[in-house]
Each structure stands twice: as structure tokens, then as C-alpha cells.
Nanobody, 126 residues
Framework: QVQLSESGGGSVQPGGSLRLSCAAS????????LGWFRQAPGKEREAVAA???????TYSDSVKGRFTISQDNSKETLYLEMNNLEPEDTAIYYC????????????????????WGQGTQVAVSS
């Protein structure tokens, strides 16, 4: 099992940057998927980015080239670096983990994640 806790959300102007963090202690798992999701008001939750234990990352088309998902070397923290933010990026952002070991690589973004954080709010406006 793993407990997830996001931080780093806030308010920023369009074009600005934020880095989200998620405490995700998965160092003792060899295979896993970690992901970032978001849910805007009145919209369904959507996948933003995912990575596997080897660092293979996948992104949704809406954030490709602007967002970067990564883990620290100790495999204790998941990050989402968000650049050139747009008002459409406003949402609650959640991190998630799949520890079944059944998925990897580009398949991680489509996983039915079993563990979720509580979310952190990101607001982009002028």
C-alpha cells in the first residue's frame, strides 16, 4: 500500500509555472505506474501524465511540451513541472499510483489507478 499527498498548487498568471509534488513512497516496488490527473469544475477527471518505474513518461495531448512528470532518485516523490500555464489548466490536480506491476511504459496513462491523493488546486488567471 502507499499513501499519496500532493502539494505545490496555487494561483498563477497565464504563461507562468508551477511545480506540483506528490509524496509517493514506492521505492520498494520494482514495477509500478504513477500518474497525474486533473478535474476542472463541471468536467470529468482526465489523465495528464504518467510514468513507470523506469521513467518512461506519457502525456496527454493538451499538456505535451508544457508539462514534465518525474520522480526523485530515491523514488519517494513524484513531480509535475508545469510551464506556460493556460487558464484551461485550472483544475484540482491529483496524483495516483498503480502497484499491481501489470503495466508499464505508455500503458500507464490508461491504468485504472488504485491509490489516490487528496488533490491540490491550481488556478490560472490574469
Amino acid at each position: 500500500q502507499v499513501q499519496l499527498s500532493e502539494s505545490g498548487g496555487g494561483s498563477v498568471q497565464p504563461g507562468g509555472s508551477l511545480r506540483l509534488s506528490c509524496a509517493a513512497s514506492v521505492s520498494h516496488y520494482r514495477y509500478y505506474c504513477l500518474g497525474w490527473f486533473r478535474q476542472a469544475p463541471g468536467k470529468e477527471r482526465e489523465a495528464v501524465a504518467a510514468t513507470d518505474a523506469d521513467g518512461v513518461a506519457t502525456y496527454s495531448d493538451s499538456v505535451k511540451g508544457r508539462f514534465t512528470i518525474s520522480q526523485d532518485n530515491s523514488k519517494e516523490t513524484l513531480y509535475l513541472e508545469m510551464n506556460n500555464l493556460e487558464p484551461e489548466d485550472t483544475a484540482i490536480y491529483y496524483c495516483a499510483a498503480d502497484l499491481t506491476g501489470r503495466y508499464s511504459g505508455r500503458w500507464c496513462i490508461d491504468v485504472d489507478f488504485g491509490y489516490w491523493g487528496q488533490g491540490t488546486q491550481v488556478a490560472v488567471s490574469s
